[in-house]
C-alpha cells in the first residue's frame, strides 16, 4: 500500500527555522512531483512549493527567498526547508505526491496526500 509519511513541523519565533519531510512508503515505479501545501484557519488550501522528477522548482510567491524544496530519490523523500518564518506562515502543511505504480495489473497514475503536520510561527 502506497502512502505518505510526514515528518517535522512544530513551533518556531518568527524568524526561524523549520524543516519538513515527506517519504514515499510502498511499492512505486516513479515520482512524477512532490509538492507542499498549506492551509491557515479560515483560508483556502494553496500551494507552497512543487518539485518535479526532474528537478524543477516552484514556490508560492509568498515564499520565495525563504523556503527551499529538494528530494532524496533514492530515499523516495521530499524536503521542505523553512526559513524566516512568519506568523502567516501558521498553517497546516499537507505533502503531496503524484505517484506512478502498479495497482492489480495495470500502471496507474495517482495523487498521494499525506497527513499533514502543524507549523507554527509565533514569539
Known amino acids: 500500500q502506497v502512502e505518505l509519511v510526514e515528518s517535522g513541523g512544530g513551533l518556531a519565533q518568527p524568524g526561524g527555522s523549520l524543516s519538513l519531510s515527506c517519504a514515499v512508503s510502498?511499492?512505486?515505479?516513479?515520482?512524477?512531483?512532490m509538492s507542499w501545501y498549506r492551509r491557515a484557519p479560515g483560508k483556502e488550501r494553496e500551494l507552497v512549493a512543487q518539485?518535479?522528477?526532474?528537478?524543477?522548482?516552484d514556490f508560492a510567491d509568498s515564499v520565495k527567498g525563504r523556503f527551499t524544496i529538494s528530494r532524496d530519490p533514492a530515499k523516495n523523500t521530499a524536503y521542505l526547508q523553512m526559513k524566516s518564518l512568519k506568523p502567516e506562515d501558521t498553517a497546516v502543511y499537507y505533502c503531496?505526491?503524484?505517484?506512478?505504480?502498479?495497482?492489480?495489473?495495470?500502471?496507474?497514475?495517482?495523487?498521494?496526500w499525506g497527513q499533514g503536520t502543524q507549523v507554527t510561527v509565533s514569539s
Open positions: 510502498g511499492s512505486i515505479t516513479s515520482i512524477n512531483a
Open positions: 518539485i518535479t522528477s526532474g528537478g524543477s522548482t
Open positions: 503531496n505526491a503524484d505517484l506512478t505504480y502498479i495497482s492489480d495489473v495495470y500502471y496507474v497514475r495517482r495523487n498521494h
